[in-house]
């Protein structure tokens, strides 16, 4: 594992694929248990009813597949851009920002009853806006790498940066 990353701030991308398998994993429970509801239409009923394990099982998918983009881009910009990432910091916050508005969206889900209905966007307020702060944020690091390579190419005209490309 030493040798796999270039840039140090590179490893930043691996909670982010570990979250995203361990939502991969439940959507796919939540797909199971809603399937078995078609050919047992009881089973888990008072637990979980059929929109209640959909909607989890729609917005899980949602989640772990920003989560796993979202690491990629941490993986490949450093290594594009050949700089180290804006802020890892700022990315462990996005992901903090994520899990919460995931559980915040879940728990209202199964305890609360809070949906909107609408399959994909059934997450009640106030989650969706930590979803949009996490998107913000995702994109202020991604940019501040790009940009920062940019700054660097201009100092070292000599040097190759995909990144910097069209400066
Ligand atoms: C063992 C694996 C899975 C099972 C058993 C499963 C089962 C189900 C069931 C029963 C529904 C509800 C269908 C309905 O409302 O009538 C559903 C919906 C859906 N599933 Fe899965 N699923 C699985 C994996 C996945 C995966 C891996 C994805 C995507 C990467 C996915 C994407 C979707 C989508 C997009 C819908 C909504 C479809 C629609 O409303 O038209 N599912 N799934």
Same mark, same amino acid.
């Given at each position: ?20 398998a ?41 989640? !772990?597949?920003? %989560?796993?983009?979202? $690491? =990629?881009?941490?993986? /490949? &910009?450093p ?6 990432l ?33 399959p ?6 106030? !989650?969706?806006? %930590?979803?949009?702060? $996490? =998107?913000?944020?995702? /994109? &202020? ?27």
């Amino acid at each position: 594992m030493t040798n796999a990353v270039k840039y140090a701030s590179q490893r930043v991308a691996y909670p982010f694929f570990i979250a995203s398998a361990a939502l991969f994993l439940l959507q796919i429970l939540f797909g199971l248990i809603i399937a078995s509801q078609f050919v047992w239409p009881t089973f888990l009923m008072d637990t979980l009813p059929f929109n209640v394990g959909r909607e989890s099982h729609l917005n899980l998918l949602v989640v !772990w597949l920003l %989560l796993g983009l979202m $690491g =990629a881009s941490y993986y /490949l &910009v450093p290594d594009e851009c050949e700089t180290e990432l804006f802020s890892p910091r700022l990315a462990y916050v996005q992901l903090a920002t994520l899990l919460l508005a995931g559980v915040g969206a879940l728990t209202g889900f199964w305890f609360f009853g809070a949906s909107r209905g609408k399959p994909f966007t059934e997450a009640a307020m106030p !989650w969706p806006w %930590l979803i949009a702060l $996490g =998107a913000v944020l995702f /994109l &202020v690091n991604v940019g501040g790498t790009i940009l920062r390579a940019k700054g660097r190419a201009v100092q070292r005209p000599g040097a190759h940066s995909h990144c910097a490309d069209g400066v």
